[in-house]
């Protein structure tokens, strides 16, 4: 095994090819080296076999650019292609960069080479929360290719398209026939028509960041699956909230609590700290990233936040049902009590890497597969 080995994670990019060149060129500069190629995928890889597809297609893609590289030079290039988190949920870049570095320490990786215009697939890039996430581990070196990235922007109105329109239309005219007195009266319809190509125009460029697809609709179903849910797990906190204040002891005990749900993406977790504020008994207080703060205020609606019943149902809604199936915040060793909301938390303690209960459930047991290929921020 050469002793110059380099990881190269990919994804979509305009610059791989650059990057590719950059990572030949300074590997072989000392001798025979090793270009450990990689895709991580994203947590709706199980959705769908294309993806799947696609990043074989990109690796041998890759692999067929280093070798054009590698003729040029005298010294021996072994090429290697791996697809990682397969087996895995990645929602932040804590969990992508351990992914990563677990495979670099693995293949004996002396050096993380980026293309800058890498994007991990959990909403927007977060090439720099990476990099920073992966400074951690001093088993390797980490590295940016100098292959002219281009600067993003992302303007307040964006670009928007016939699905796009077509999505809002549609959404508008269904809700106007609801209001209606009587949908089949002709002039309910021309006035549903009308007021939903006015919404469908003015909303389309704000309303969407991508284009809305087959999953759309099964996530609005999903959505009105919940909402009853919702509205049960609400009146059963007022009945208990209502039962302590009532009790002649008062038997309180407020405590502040930290989560760390299995969901990404600013719609999924503005969805759960909503139904927990919702809650009787909880109220979400801050969110820093994927770590959530809870107040929460007897016991039961503690032992119901670890239990994550709530988190349980919001990865339903935007995953799908075997997204459901992931142990519980308590069971992953991402639940516990603080005594403020400055306090760090157990895996804060360990500057961002897993707890052993989370890893020991990371390693050890196979997860079920995703039905969803978005992580939640299609609206």
């Not at 994670?9 to 650059?18: E, Q």
Request: zero cysteines.
């Amino acid at each position: 095994m050469s002793d110059n080995r380099t990881l190269v994670p990919l994804s979509a990019s305009s610059t791989n090819r650059n990057t590719i060149e950059y990572a030949v060129r300074t590997a072989l500069a000392d001798g025979p080296a090793t270009l450990r190629l990689v895709y991580v995928h994203p947590p709706e890889v199980h959705a769908d076999d294309s993806r799947e597809q696609a990043a074989t297609d990109l690796l041998k893609r890759a692999s067929v650019w280093a070798n054009e590289d590698g003729e040029q030079f005298d010294a021996e290039l072994t090429i290697e292609t791996a697809q990682l988190g397969t087996d895995e949920y990645l929602f932040s870049p804590s969990d992508i960069a351990d992914t990563i570095a677990r495979d670099a320490i693995q293949t004996g990786a002396n050096r993380v080479l980026f293309d800058p215009s890498y994007d991990p697939g959990i909403g927007a890039p977060l090439l720099r929360p990476l990099e920073y996430e992966l400074a951690r581990f001093d088993a390797f070196t980490v590295e940016e290719a100098p292959a002219g990235r281009s600067a993003r922007r992302t303007p307040f109105l964006a670009r928007t398209s016939l699905p796009q329109i077509g999505a809002i239309f549609v959404i508008s005219f269904v809700f106007y026939q609801i209001l209606a007195a009587d949908p089949t009266y002709w002039f309910e319809i021309v006035t549903g028509v009308v007021s939903a190509a006015i919404v469908a125009i003015g909303l389309s460029q704000v309303t969407f960041t991508r284009n809305p697809t087959w999953q759309t609709p099964a996530r609005l179903v999903r959505h009105t699956i919940y909402i009853p849910y919702l509205l049960k797990e609400i009146i059963k906190s007022n009945i208990l909230i209502a039962a302590v204040i009532l009790h002649p002891k008062l038997p309180i005990d407020p405590r502040m609590t930290r989560i760390r749900p299995a969901v990404w993406g600013s719609l999924p977790m503005t969805a759960l700290s909503n139904s927990i504020t919702l809650t009787p008994g909880t109220l979400a207080v801050r969110i820093d990233g994927r770590t959530l703060t809870v107040h929460t205020l007897v016991p039961a609606a503690r032992e119901g936040l670890f239990a994550g019943d709530l988190e349980r149902a919001i990865r339903f809604v935007f995953y799908g049902r075997e997204a459901a199936e992931i142990t519980s915040p308590e069971q992953r060793g991402e639940a516990e009590l603080i005594d403020s909301t400055d306090e760090p938390s157990s895996w804060e303690q360990d500057d961002g890497a897993p707890t052993d209960a989370a890893e020991e459930e990371r390693t050890d047991t196979e997860p079920p597969t995703m039905n969803e290929t978005d992580e939640g921020d299609d609206t």
